[in-house]
């Protein structure tokens, strides 16, 4: 059973660029979880999805940043118009049901470079 | 706010030694605690998760402790080895929420 597939692992963004980040929940899990963690800070919540739904996003910057969580294929976070701020590793947790009784499982992350 | 603060925030010790690393939360409506490794550059390995309704977890040379009433957690890592080296984090959830808030991690070096 593979584990949370995340990809790119390294990414490198002009300021102004777009970035997309891709999250591949383990097998069975419905539920994805996006964290960041900013260089010597910890790693803060952004969004939790379920398929095709956004249950919670109260961690996500108000403006440039989307995700999504489609039928089909992997979670995406998408960052527009990226900054030198956004700068960090980004990871995608996933557990089967929402419940804090389940272990979230991390993906080995993808840790952008605004340049 | 709900704050979780590890110290130290980093340890350097010789390989052999047992250890103790901290943690401590504001939130006492606590629902779960994970301790996670991370490696440098790597992603997170979870390593004990303590429910509410438990006081410590054990795997292998690793025993995590958890004290609801005073809002702390302990990591207990037994006969250290140079491959225990990487930064230790402890991240909990509170009562009805799937959200984790992380501490800042304890950076851990074994010295052989």
């Known amino acids: 059973n593979a584990g949370v597939m995340q990809n790119p692992r390294h990414l490198v963004r002009r300021r102004g660029q777009e970035a997309r980040l891709r999250c591949s929940p383990m097998?069975?899990?419905?539920?994805v979880y996006w964290y960041r963690q900013l260089p010597e800070e910890g790693l803060k919540f952004m969004v939790y999805?379920?398929?095709?739904?956004?249950?919670?996003e109260s961690g996500m910057p108000k403006e440039r940043f989307s995700a999504e969580f489609p039928k089909e294929g992997p979670s995406i976070l998408r960052i527009q118009q990226v900054v030198r701020g956004d700068s960090a590793a980004y990871f995608c947790?996933?557990?089967?049901?929402?419940?804090?009784?389940?272990?979230?499982?991390f993906g080995p992350g993808t840790r952008l470079t605004v340049t | 706010k709900q704050e979780v603060t590890q110290i130290p925030a980093a340890l350097s010790v010789p390989e052999g030694e047992n250890l103790v690393l901290n943690c401590s939360f504001t939130?006492?409506?606590?629902?779960?605690l994970q301790w996670f490794r991370q490696d440098p550059g790597k992603g997170l390995t979870s390593l004990l998760l303590i429910q509410s309704s438990q006081r410590e977890q054990t795997s292998g040379r690793l025993n995590a402790s958890l004290d609801k009433s005073s809002g702390r957690s302990t990591l207990y890592i037994a006969a250290s080895q140079p491959g225990d080296s990487a930064t230790y984090l402890c991240a909990y959830s509170g009562a009805g929420s799937y959200q984790l808030t992380f501490g800042k991690g304890t950076k851990l070096s074994v010295i052989p």
């Open positions: 939130d006492s409506a606590i629902y779960n």
């Open positions: 947790a996933s557990s089967p049901t929402w419940e804090g009784l389940y272990e979230q499982y």
């Open positions: 999805l379920q398929k095709e739904n956004i249950i919670d």
């Open positions: 097998k069975g899990h419905s539920h």
